[in-house]
């Protein structure tokens, strides 16, 4: 695949409405070429298609994908260069490097390079184009950039100007984010408030609990958000009621109808996916770019409609750092019905995204840690909270567990929280929680963290 290859030749008009045969025929055609060049220049997969004895006649179509096994993000992490696909083979204008942007979230912390070519960074502008229009983002925005500036490149950090650029629309950039260079660059939580106060701003855009965390400042600072239309999250799972909350918190700084749009995607994948209407599920809306499908985790096979599995997804025309069949850590429903709100055809996320690990065995009773922080986002006067399970005396190594709950608020609303989180979360985790008023920083502090962390374990592993 080279530059002078048409738009014809590459996507469908109206793709997202296109019958699914087509659209199918049309992943076909580009994975054959996808894997034919993988097997010629990725380092990865031609070694890993060799030792499975596959070669791209083994895999002409999205069924024949299952051939392959599932890639990790800790093959990735292991040798994130032999992951970027050798330039040689293509001319200069599509292999070109355009920017590099890092995966964060590893356990080591050291973050992961992604290279994006000029033809991947120009495939992106195009997509970012296209799913404007079921976002909703327009031409007149103005939009506050809150991902936190960090010492690499993240993706959505990143990404959030491509799509202002794709779009047409103005960017601010807030800055925030953890002080650790000599350089005096970082802004605080107060200063990104008043950025979006001075821009007008219509959308904010950030990591869920960053954005959350600026708009319970701005109610604080009495600051006035009336022309916000809409906040865009992404970064980490967020309940329906924390995104109830934040449209109510966006209402009493004067936004009018305030949207919240929900994004699901990774730096790896690089193609967002986003809802119609909330509860609709999460749409593909780049199929001509990215197969998602998911699969069994015990088997790696490849699961039906409407089952619930690991998330994957494989790049059809990607030329920089590309996947196949890359797990995305996330169990998942996955649906290939066309959408009964909209009509689209692209397949669908219909669940919220579950880490493996939300269930926790605490004092011998399973605990949906889901359900127990959905409940906490129920109650209006918690600012911020936190779930920890420990043991009740660190030194025994037989100790009972301990479930403590952190709790930021406002002093006049603390006396009745704490007896409504003791009596909810016995009710619905049957287990009695300690109550801990702390400071909102203690608990998440955006000068440290780009995230706020809801749940942490902290008992010894016994295995
Ligand atoms: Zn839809």
Redesign the pocket.
Known sequence: MTWDKTLEELTLPNLLYQPQEKVRALQDRLLREQIEVCYRAHPFYEKLMKREGLEPRHIQTTDDLVRLPPTTKQDFLADPEAFRMRGDIFPPEVTTLWKVVYTTGTTTGRPAPIYVCAFDYYAYLYGAARRAELIDIRDTDVIANLFPLTPFPMGAFSRATDEAAAVGASIAFAHTGRPDSPFPVHHTVDEAVRLVERHRATLIWGVAGFVRRVLVRAEEMGADFSRLRMAMITGEASSKAMRADMRRRMARLGAKEPKVANRYGSTEQGSSMVE??EG?GF?SLAPDQVFHEVFDPATSKRLGDGDTGMLAFTHLIRRGTTFLRYAMGDMVTFTTAT?P??G?TSP?VTSQPVRSGDILKIKGTLVNIQALKEQLEHMPTIDEYQIVVRPQDPADPFSMDELLVRLAARPEHQAALAEAVVAETARTAHVRPRIAFVEKNEIFDPTIASKPRRVIDERPRRD
């Open positions: 119609c209407v609709a749409h959408c709100h909209c689209r669908r």
